[in-house]
């Protein structure tokens, strides 16, 4: 079992950047890939960002890609997602989830889910 808390979401300005963590706790964290997804007010849940255990290979979205960082720290169970350029359209809550297997862009592919943090981006 393994437990996420997401934190850092907030309230920014269009090109502003804010990055949200995700704090793992439970069983060994360096064993689970790790991916961001987003979901927008009357919007299915998306993909936005994914790391391997190790860190050492990620995977974006097309809508972020250039603009937003995942990354991850094993030694503290964190991953955190650097968002820069927001843009409006980055509105929405933000989930990090996980899965002790290779990286997936697929939503109903993770195990486990954290509760949310609200990022919206005003224009």
């Known amino acids: 079992q393994v437990q996420l808390v997401e934190s850092g979401g907030g309230l920014v300005q269009a090109g502003g950047s804010l990055r949200l963590s995700c704090a793992a706790s439970?069983?060994?964290?360096?064993?689970?890939?790790v991916g961001w997804f987003r979901q927008a007010p009357g919007k299915e849940r998306e993909f936005v960002a994914a790391?391997?255990?190790?860190?050492?290979?990620?995977a974006y979205a097309n809508s972020v890609r250039g603009r937003f960082t995942i990354s991850r720290d094993n030694a503290k169970n964190t991953v955190y997602l650097q968002m820069n350029s927001l843009k409006p359209e980055d509105t929405a809550v933000y989930y990090c989830?996980?899965?002790?297997?290779?990286?997936?862009?697929?939503?109903?592919?993770?195990?486990?889910w954290g509760q949310g943090t609200q990022v919206t981006v005003s224009s």
């Open positions: 790391i391997r255990r190790t860190g050492r290979n990620t």
């Open positions: 439970g069983r060994t964290f360096s064993a689970y890939a």
């Open positions: 989830a996980a899965r002790p297997s290779d990286v997936s862009l697929v939503v109903h592919e993770y195990d486990y």
